[in-house]
């Protein structure tokens, strides 16, 4: 996400600066031109950085957003890019107040992670949701705008915890889901695969350290997510149990008149 996001900024900003803990990160990121600095230690490049965007796992945005007071003395506005939004913005709004603080999330991206997958393409058209805190300035929110606009991005405003709620079903329940599927998937399968198990399935291909900060910051959303699940399971099991052919119809076009209308 972040490899995209330089990418994508370069050249419409005055500089793009990269911070990553593997240094070898930092050296590619360097060797492709895809940022005009790039360190390990952040310390370096911050005081020189007028929009900070944290664009890690959320554990580590968390983890940063502590940090970040004795990273740099400078005043900045502070973006991130994080899944879940309520702990962040939490923890954005104890920061001091040289810093401006507003949540984002793009909601694109790949199961698959690293600055070689980055995309300069990949945030064009996909929504980018902010979620402003009280403390917000009207400077911070034109700089996240310039950037989405930048970015080609559809952006829109959403309280941080509605988008908790509504991100539990759309993008982090998918991923459970697709994470279930790969597990009651014997091996022995693998050479008729087609392909809608790999597409119900690919989201099981992300690494847990993405992830699991996702689902324990979003922990009582999905929960009511699963429950959900379990009872039209609950239902498809008993109709299965009964050869009650009527029912399983019913619930299947019903799936598929809810799907034809979510997609439009």
Known sequence: MGGSLALALRGKCAAVYGIA????????????????????????????????????????????????????????????????KRAIVEKMAALPERFDPIGGHPICGKEKL?????????YYAAPFLLTPLPR????????????????????????????????????????????????????????YLGPGFRSASRLAGTPASMMLGIVQTNRENLLASLEAVQDEIALLIEALSKND???????????????????K
């Not at 600095?37 to 968390?62: M, R, Y």
């Not at 690293?114 to 990949?122: F, P, S, W």
Request: glycine share 2%; net charge negative.
């Open 21 to 84: 803990r593997n240094s070898a990160t930092c050296d590619l990121a360097l060797r492709q031109n895809i940022v005009d600095q790039a360190d390990s230690d952040p310390a370096k490049l911050l005081p020189q950085a007028d929009v900070v965007i944290l664009s890690t796992p959320v554990p580590a945005i968390l983890e940063f957003l502590e940090q970040l007071p004795e990273l740099t003395p400078n005043p900045c506005i502070v973006i991130d890019l994080g899944s879940t």
């Open 245 to 263: 052919a009527e029912t399983i119809q019913k619930t299947l076009d019903a799936a598929c008149e809810k799907y034809q209308e979510l997609i």
């Open 114 to 122: 690293g600055l070689e997958q980055a995309e300069r393409t990949l």
């Open 136 to 191: 917000t300035t009207a400077r911070a929110r034109a700089a996240a705008w310039q950037i989405i606009t930048a970015l080609g991005s559809k952006g829109s405003e959403i309280d941080a915890v509605e988008h908790d709620r509504i991100l539990a079903s759309t993008s982090h329940l998918p991923f459970l889901l697709s994470s279930v599927l790969a597990l009651v998937t014997p091996p022995k399968v693998a050479p």
